[in-house]
């Protein structure tokens, strides 16, 4: 079995190489946004689009004149796996279950925004369609793949091409396995490194525990376990929203592009990004602990889980004001849940645990003591009391009680714990300590 890992770390560039730097993800984005622009052209004269058609475009752009400035400036590696990233951004515009994921989301509409083509008609710019890059965005980045042709890392240090030299970084952590690529990020102003590794394991890994719990994920309480085990969401989370609505506010009132608006889009940008870290090493530290404890891990299945949820009223029992904010508050719980899930998921494969995802259906109203479903077993949001036996518990803990049986249930019918785990490992991220 073959174990993929992401070790991401702060890089240090010193002020010349900083310059390549801006250089290689500048040239990167630029390529990006051309490829683009003829991809809208190929697309309104019905072309296939796909990752051989869109390669072979960077040949042309390099030779006309106008982008001489590519020689010397950009990496020929980068600008392909960059233009690759493209083509499977189109794969996903083009892909059915895609939308159909979006619709179920129920975003508001947008007001459309079109795209000029060399011909004067325009294109509409559709959901899910690849968007051009701007320096604004606050992101950059460029993989080099085939990394032990042109790389090395030695200790804290990393060798780069294109006359980048050696670089430091803050190596808090040993990097196991073979580097497969690597990826240098620039986030807000700040320069990281991703290594994605490959570990090849002889054998299957054991799980210590015997352990199984079932998690019922929520909004109040991010986490209930079935052995009574309760995870809050994060505090600081809250304060932030607070600070980056209020900058956000600021920011529409200023000539869109002028000095103070970028200055504004710079904070708003880092903000982003120090929510999101938050996030993540929360997460982080919340699924390490679950998955060192329990072989057998049940959650429900988040595909379904989103829409019944809120459906249920979790999300609209929140207080008042609440309409405003849901769309916020939903978008951010979407995706710590999904984030969640998934590192629990090859947090286990590491492991050798198991994660079942069960089908969400009735496990709020069903009571797990004597299993008579009705929807007045939830009188409240916090309280479960069975019509049927009587039995009175914490609605999320009845909740996640459901959950693991229902995993029980999974298992049996797939015949035992050796079935039902994906054979092929996911690469997956361990953010490192970047501060
Ligand atoms: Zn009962």
Redesign the pocket.
């Known amino acids: 079995m073959k174990i993929n890992k992401a070790y991401k770390f702060r890089l240090e560039p010193n002020v010349e190489q900083e310059v390549i730097l801006n250089n290689l993800v500048g040239s990167a984005r630029f390529v990006w946004n051309q490829i683009l622009a003829i991809s809208f052209e190929m697309f309104a004269q019905n072309k296939h689009i796909n990752a051989v058609n869109l390669v072979k475009k960077i040949t042309a752009l390099k030779k006309n004149p106008q982008f001489s400035f590519l020689d010397g400036n950009s990496n020929a590696v980068s600008l392909q796996q960059k233009v690759r990233d493209l083509a499977s951004a189109w794969g996903k515009f083009f892909n059915p279950k895609e939308h159909a994921r979006l619709k179920e989301k129920k975003r508001k509409p947008k007001k459309p925004k079109f795209f000029k083509l060399a011909d004067g008609t325009e294109v509409q710019l559709r959901p899910l369609m690849p968007r051009f890059k701007k320096k604004s965005d606050g992101y950059d980045s460029i993989r080099l793949v085939q990394f032990d042709k042109y790389c090395w890392v030695k200790g804290n240090k990393l060798k780069l091409p294109n006359g980048v030299g050696v670089i430091k970084f803050r190596k808090s952590q040993e990097i196991l396995g073979t580097i497969k690529n690597v990826t240098i990020s620039k986030v807000s102003g700040r320069w990281y490194v991703s290594f994605c590794t490959e570990t090849e394991l002889t054998e299957m890994p054991i799980h210590p525990s015997k352990s199984a719990i079932g998690v019922d994920l929520g909004v109040k309480k991010l986490i209930t376990t079935s052995n009574g085990q309760v995870f809050d969401p994060i505090n600081s989370f809250k304060t932030n929203q607070i600070k980056l609505a209020r900058l956000q506010r600021k920011q529409r009132k200023k000539v869109k592009f002028s000095q103070n608006w970028k200055k504004l889009n710079f904070k708003i940008n880092k903000l982003h990004h120090h929510i999101a870290n938050i996030r993540h090493d929360y997460l982080q530290k919340i699924t390490t602990t679950l998955s060192k404890n329990h072989a057998m891990i049940a959650v429900e299945d988040l595909k379904v889980a989103n829409m019944s949820k809120s459906a249920s009223g979790t999300i609209e029992n929140q207080g008042k004001n609440v309409k405003a904010k849901s769309g916020l508050n939903k978008s951010i719980l979407d995706q710590g849940w999904g984030m969640l899930v998934s590192m629990l998921e090859y947090k286990q494969q590491w492991r050798g645990g198991l994660l079942v995802k069960v089908d969400p259906k009735y496990t709020s109203q069903t ?6 479903v009705a929807k007045e ?1 939830r009188q409240t949001q916090a309280k479960f009391e ?6 009175v518990a914490n609605a999320d803990l009845n909740a996640s009680r459901n959950i693991l049986s229902a995993g029980h249930a999974v298992l049996s019918v797939e015949g035992g714990c050796g079935k039902g785990r994906p054979k092929k490992q996911k690469a997956s991220e361990i953010r490192e300590e970047v501060a």
Request: glycine share 24%.
């Open positions: 009571c797990c003591e004597c299993g008579h077993n069975c019509v049927g036996c009587g039995y």
